[in-house]
């Protein structure tokens, strides 16, 4: 599968990004990375409701979602992969105010699968960049992710396959582009984001399987974890392996998700090893 | 003039912003909005360091400056007005990890200059978005702008100009769209952009021209200012008439700013009533 984008203005395929696009001009929109399975998104009503919430903070409105998905099934052409949707709030000319009658201009792209995470585990390190605290933008996937890339831009050591972020607080996030968890003597925490951070649609399953309770995540706590994964939508849930010295084996409690995960959406199931 | 856009990827001309563009998908690039006059842009200089800063601190690749500068003019067709140049880091498919070969794209458009300011001075208010504290993107002026966005969105009264904005800390930090000085027994203060805001174009010639100094501004410091003034590279000094029930008469040291500048730079000429 070779990446490929198509463009829309409102319910109209487009040639291209329409002139002064308020997403390229100032991150002003959302997207949704979804994991596609023979020609569908398993996990659509999940993302599209987290898009909805976004919208709703950001003000901006959506295009109808029966034309999307079935855009993106026709993109797909029944194969599997990664399915990419931005929205952004549309065109705005020179300045931040907002035009209220703007037709959202939204991409969707079809990527390959990631390689499958190593069957040991993830090997993860600290970032040093910092997750500002701004309440009014935390939980949605909105497109202003330069925290992300200037994170991810800290390494590029191939044996290493994801950093850990902390707030400028110290609390810990999440990972670049995962969430995470933690397991404490049988029970599951993954960090409050009410400040910063991104919930995650995999998270919001796992949440909700293991029962986990969401709080501010100390660096400590994750250090003396029994066992810590990260997830995301399109990979699942990726055991964590090692993080700087620290090492953890593979726990029954993780695999037993991953399992649970793969049967609820045999499309995750090839990440189990 | 009406508003157009040029696409350029590398050195090249293109019709269409590239698929996959990380300014699109992530804000990951870096603007510059400029004052045209019969032409060519006067601040040119000024604007491209900021740029080259930014660039620094993102870590991405400048598209090179004489052809830039040529097709801007080429653009402006001898007219008066605003340029806007958009650097994104180019294209890198899905993931935040950024490619280090990417070649640049970028976009010209020219858009009519804003109407003049009231001659009698503009009308603030107290925006409730607060900028959160970053100080790993502080100063440059970026493409991640959804705060900027939210705090516009809190009015739509065309009789209040513009909007103060604060840190997530209190202080004071900048307008939605412009830098902001005030006057404490003949002396100059500009808040300091270690954490938050963008350092302005016209914001760094005032501070040279008033010997201003930069430190944190408390709310109070600008309600019991004796004279305030708002500044941008596109509409240079804007004295403030009014900040909620606070008013403010004209003041002869702004005003002989403003004719320092239309000196120095006469396409600002045309602000001075």
Chains 1, 2 share one sequence.
């Not at 397991?183 to 986990?212: F, Q, Y």
């Amino acid at each position: 599968m070779t990446s490929s984008s198509r463009y829309f203005a409102g319910n109209r395929r487009v040639d291209a990004l329409p002139d002064h696009d308020r997403g390229l001009s100032y991150g002003d929109g959302l997207f949704e990375t979804m994991r596609a399975s023979r020609g569908d998104v398993p996990w659509w009503p999940a993302h599209w409701q987290r898009l909805q919430r976004g919208a709703q903070v950001l003000g901006l409105l959506l295009p109808d979602e029966n034309l999307v998905r079935a855009e993106g099934k026709r993109l797909l052409e029944s194969g599997d992969g990664v399915l990419k949707l931005i929205v952004t709030r549309g065109a705005g000319g020179r300045g931040y105010a907002a035009p209220t009658d703007a037709e959202p201009h939204w991409i969707l792209s079809k990527h390959p699968l990631p390689p499958p995470a190593p069957a040991s585990g993830l090997a993860l390190r600290w970032c040093d960049t910092r997750l500002a605290l701004q309440p009014a933008l935390a939980g949605i996937k909105h497109c202003n992710r330069l925290e992300q890339v200037l994170a991810r831009s800290e390494w590029d050591d191939p044996t290493v396959h994801e950093g850990l972020l902390r707030s400028t607080d110290g609390d810990v996030v999440s990972a670049t582009a995962a969430n995470v968890f933690v397991l404490h003597k049988g029970a599951w925490k993954t960090p409050l984001l009410d400040r910063c951070g991104i919930a995650g649609v995999c998270r919001e399953w796992a949440v909700a399987a293991l029962d986990a309770s969401q709080a501010r995540l100390a660096v400590t706590e994750v250090e003396a974890a029994d066992a810590v994964f990260l997830c995301n939508a399109v990979r699942g849930i990726l055991p964590v392996a090692r993080l700087d010295a620290r090492s953890w084996r593979p726990h029954p409690q993780v695999m037993e998700l991953q399992r649970l995960l793969a049967a609820e959406h045999p499309a995750f199931g090839t990440e189990v090893s």
